[in-house]
């Protein structure tokens, strides 16, 4: 058997962290099998719909590497062409199919016609809820004679519904192992809507039947619709697919992980400056370990080690911060080279200067231990970039370090200093200006605060030699040179 998985999203905003979890997950299991991974659109719920979130989708999923071998994929310019061999793979398309098999199931008596209004199914709901009953489709409809049926349908509008047998429903899931249902206890579920599009249920039984889906593999609220999935492949006379429902994602108070939670679109984790290679390592580890609990993976590693056996019945909990621990250590690990490409646009946002390529590199090799996020460095590295008389001084440590007679006349022994050193480089800078707080009895902090201040405008950063290094003879001299005249305090004070 050749496994064939599928990711099957609705287009109704951006990725949310738990369908990457989804998405990867059925890519590792599909690759560590030697399988086939479908991406397809479920757009059957036209009130849900968000124009250009199936690009986006795309766009994203490419971003993480995680390649699909069937579906929608976007050309260079950005439109969507498919690919495949059961395609269309974009629901809204496959509409004709959906009726034919709706019908089908009419005929053999499993189906209805509902013909019930709005109105009347929310006084029913409403009804039920003051009742304290569960709010379920009363049936009505369902004991209409065919004859009666027919009739109904030449002028009213209608649905079609699912007949849901009164008896235990159970089946295996390879994560939950076998699970029961009260057949009673479950709604009729309407399969085709009155203006002709599908539900969920319907398309996506059709879909995996006729894609020929080998493992269903989604989250676990998804888990109490599979016994209307299984009654349908019953009825239908289909072999249903294995089942793995992966346990769900909760907040770090055990709050479920929504999309109303705020900042888990995959998206924003992209806009704040996360590696791909981070999040997709840390999204393999929401409910799902290796038997000596390694943490950092290659995607390589993650292919050759994954099951669906290993994954865990208990929530897991996606936890921010702990995904910005890891991303800071993936910086840390990744070549300046690799990282420059993933920074460049963060600079350009902020209208620094990317030319400099071999410079940026420096720059980046230099502030790797204290990138946590790619959105962080052009604040970190921009004092590098912009012309001497646009740096931005912190106004206390002007105050503390650049405000004192004797802290401008150290400067400008400093300046003298600096003028006379050829090799400015950090080893050379260090020995002259140790000698120079030696020879002239300065305490090093009084020497080092005041000329990392003039050089940067702050008191944080990398050390004050590599600082000098990479900033050059020609803009230290020159910054200390501006915080020595008289008008840069007269400035400072009107800012």
């Known amino acids: 058997m050749t496994v064939r998985v599928r990711f099957a999203p609705s287009p109704t905003g951006f990725l949310h962290i738990g369908g990457l979890r989804t998405a990867l997950f059925n890519y590792l299991f599909a690759k560590h099998n030697k399988g086939s991974f479908i991406l397809r659109i479920e757009d059957t719920d036209r009130t849900r719909y968000v124009e250009g979130a199936t690009e986006n989708l795309i766009s994203i999923l490419t971003w993480c590497g995680i390649e699909y071998d069937e579906g929608p994929f976007l050309d260079n310019k950005g439109q969507i062409y498919q690919k495949g061999d059961f395609g269309p793979y974009i629901q809204s398309q496959r509409t004709e199919i959906y009726k034919k098999y709706a019908e089908e199931l009419l005929k053999k008596g499993v189906a209805y016609r509902c013909f019930c209004t709005p109105q009347r ?8 809820l003051i009742n304290k009953q569960p709010p379920m489709y009363d049936r009505f409809c369902r004991n209409l004679s065919q004859k009666e049926s027919d009739e109904k349908a030449k002028t009213a509008p209608y649905t079609i519904r699912l007949k849901m047998p009164d008896e235990e429903i159970v089946f295996y899931d390879i994560i939950h192992k076998e699970v029961k249902f009260n057949g009673k206890l479950i709604d009729d579920q309407i399969l085709l809507k009155s203006d002709g599009f599908p539900t969920y249920h319907l398309a996506n039984v059709v879909d995996d039947h006729l894609m020929q889906i080998t493992h269903v593999i989604r989250g676990e609220e998804w888990l109490s619709s599979t016994p209307k ?30 999309k109303r939670s705020g900042d888990v679109a995959v998206e924003d984790f992209k806009k704040e400056g996360f590696l791909p290679e981070a999040i997709i390592n840390y999204v393999a580890l929401l409910g799902w370990s290796t038997e000596d609990s390694q943490q950092f993976f290659t995607k390589e590693e993650l292919i050759e080690k994954f099951s669906l056996e290993r994954c865990s019945q208990s929530p897991a909990i996606f936890d921010k911060q702990k995904m910005l621990w890891m991303n800071s250590e993936y910086i840390r690990k990744t070549s300046s080279e690799k990282l420059f490409y993933y920074i460049k646009p963060f600079l350009e946002e902020a209208n620094l200067d990317t030319s400099n390529k071999e410079y940026l590199l420096k720059l980046i090799e230099a502030e790797k231990e204290r990138i946590k996020l790619l959105k962080d460095v052009p604040y970190l590295i921009e004092y590098f970039l912009k012309p001497d008389e646009e740096i931005t001084y912190n106004e206390e440590a002007v105050k503390k370090f650049l405000s004192t007679k004797e802290q401008k006349e150290i400067l400008l022994q400093l300046k003298d200093l600096l003028i006379k050193i050829e090799n400015f480089d950090k080893i050379t800078l260090e020995k002259e200006i140790r000698e120079f707080c030696l020879k002239n009895n300065y305490k090093t902090p009084t020497v080092f605060h005041p000329l990392r201040v003039a050089v940067s405008g702050r008191t944080e950063g990398i050390g004050l030699f590599d600082l000098l290094e990479l900033l050059g003879k020609e803009k230290v001299i020159n910054r200390i040179q501006i915080v020595i005249s008289d008008k840069f305090l007269k400035q400072i004070k009107r800012s």
Not at 237 to 255: G, I, Q, S, V, Y
């Open 121 to 128: 199914l929310e006084e029913l709901r409403k009804t039920q």
């Open 229 to 258: 999935h299984i009654v349908l492949y019953k009825y239908f006379e289909w072999n249903p697919p294995k089942f793995a429902h992966l346990p769900l994602l909760l907040n770090p108070d055990r709050t479920k992980l929504s």
